[in-house]
């Protein structure tokens, strides 16, 4: 068996994979879609007491017609209306395994042009709705820049969006490899979720699906400076070091990367995102399925790295016979060959009667795959 498929994920594809779940899931999107009502309302509001000062306005202060609140009614409001009816139709989609952009960037467009003032409104109005549709837009953005073909999702991109959406998580959803479900950069994968690359722990995971357009493509893993990096500053320091990071780019290695500017390597703040962006290469790869185990949990520290040393639970890799299971999972027990066997969170793990092995222990399978007939 290949022994790609016998790992289990690291602390940081696990926070991928749990950040890929997230924001696929069907309470993301109907998140969005309440966020869009939210805004949606807000809207009506604002028409519904401002709208009658568009002949004040147009005699008073001569407004044109692009000033006015039947011009926001008639050309800007639409657009969000488009945005929420396309959102109701990615979610009764779900239901193919057809996933898609959520439509944010198409609407962001409609309103800078027909919205780009609201003079009909007043100064905090506008200030507010404003503000609204961008926490909007950018709550969208994560599915569209997610489902978007080919991924550009590499590893600093998933810390950044760990630091704003995953750095709290007490735990997050236990994962298990499956080779069994396998394919190659280019191919509609055989499930729709996470993929991890079977040969690179630095590789970026993937979303895919199986209802079209779904596709994987290469994985984003460190190139030779992004290695580089990784030796300077560590795991833990990727991408948090910014002394380590800043006095890597501007010393003699990062005085030869020509894509870095003079005003980054002055500013160490800077230094994090100017040294991600020389740090990675795209490869074609062969994917494993990520699967999400139902229900169950794994605590962690809340960092991206899960180099904390906080104490974290983890599984218990040697039971006694007798005692409860403590996972749902594939185990064996070395008192008896052939003893692979799956066993339901809080089965009991069978006594081996006969046997002369002394104190049976059932240990915790390195391969977890289905059996193949």
């Known amino acids: 068996m290949d022994s790609a498929a016998n790992r289990e994920l690291n602390p940081w594809q696990k926070r991928q994979a749990t950040l890929l779940y997230h924001y696929s899931s069907l309470a993301y999107v109907?998140?969005?879609l309440n966020r869009i009502d939210q805004l949606v309302s807000f809207a009506d509001s604002l028409l519904e007491e401002r709208s009658n000062l568009d002949p004040a306005g147009?005699?008073?202060?001569?407004?044109?017609?692009?000033?006015?609140?039947?011009?926001?009614?008639?050309?800007?409001?639409?657009?969000?209306?488009?945005?929420?009816?396309?959102?109701i139709k990615d979610i009764a989609a779900r239901a193919h395994q057809v996933f898609d952009i959520a439509g944010e960037r198409q609407c962001s467009r409609m309103l800078d042009e027909y919205a780009y003032q609201?003079?009909?409104?007043?100064?905090?109005?506008?200030?507010?709705?404003?503000?609204?549709?961008?926490?909007?837009?950018?709550?969208?953005?994560?599915?569209?820049?997610?489902?978007?073909?080919?991924?550009l999702w590499d590893d600093f991109v998933f810390w950044s969006l760990w630091q704003e959406d995953g750095k709290g998580f007490s735990h997050i959803p236990r994962?298990?490899?499956?080779?069994d479900l396998c394919c190659f950069s280019g191919d509609t994968p055989p499930r729709t979720g996470a993929y991890v690359p079977a040969d690179d722990p630095y590789g970026s995971l993937q979303f895919g699906w199986t209802g079209g357009y779904g596709e994987l493509g290469n994985t984003y893993t460190l190139n030779q400076f992004g290695k580089l990096a990784l030796e300077r500053v560590g795991r833990e320091g990727l991408w948090e070091d910014v002394d380590g990071l800043h006095r890597l780019i501007s010393g003699p290695e990062g005085l030869l990367?020509?894509?870095?500017?003079?005003?980054?390597?002055?500013?160490?703040?800077?230094?994090?995102?100017?040294?991600?962006?020389e740090s990675f290469e795209d490869r074609p790869c062969r994917w494993f399925f990520v699967e999400l185990i139902d229900d169950e949990y794994e605590e962690i520290d809340g960092t991206y790295a899960g180099t904390s040393s906080v104490?974290?639970?983890?599984?218990?890799?040697?039971?006694?016979?007798?005692?409860?299971?403590?996972?749902?999972?594939?185990?064996?027990?070395?008192?008896?060959?052939?003893?692979?066997?799956?066993?339901?969170?809080?089965?009991r793990f069978p006594e081996l009667k006969g046997?002369?092995?002394g104190n049976v222990l059932w240990i915790w399978s390195s391969d977890q795959s289905d059996p193949k007939l």
């Open 311 to 347: 104490a974290t639970a983890t599984r218990p890799h040697r039971v006694e016979a007798g005692q409860d299971v403590p996972q749902s999972g594939w185990w064996y027990t070395p008192a008896q060959m052939g003893s692979r066997r799956y066993f339901k969170k809080d089965d």
């Open 118 to 151: 609201m003079p009909w409104a007043t100064q905090d109005q506008e200030g507010q709705f404003k503000h609204r549709a961008q926490a909007v837009f950018h709550y969208a953005s994560k599915i569209s820049e997610m489902m978007s073909r080919p991924s």
């Open 30 to 32: 109907e998140g969005l």
């Open 355 to 357: 046997s002369d092995y």
């Open 175 to 179: 994962f298990r490899v499956r080779s």
């Open 257 to 277: 990367l020509r894509n870095i500017q003079q005003r980054e390597r002055s500013r160490p703040h800077l230094a994090p995102a100017a040294a991600s962006r």
């Open 58 to 87: 147009r005699m008073l202060a001569n407004w044109q017609p692009i000033d006015t609140a039947g011009h926001f009614s008639t050309y800007a409001y639409p657009a969000l209306m488009e945005f929420r009816e396309g959102v």
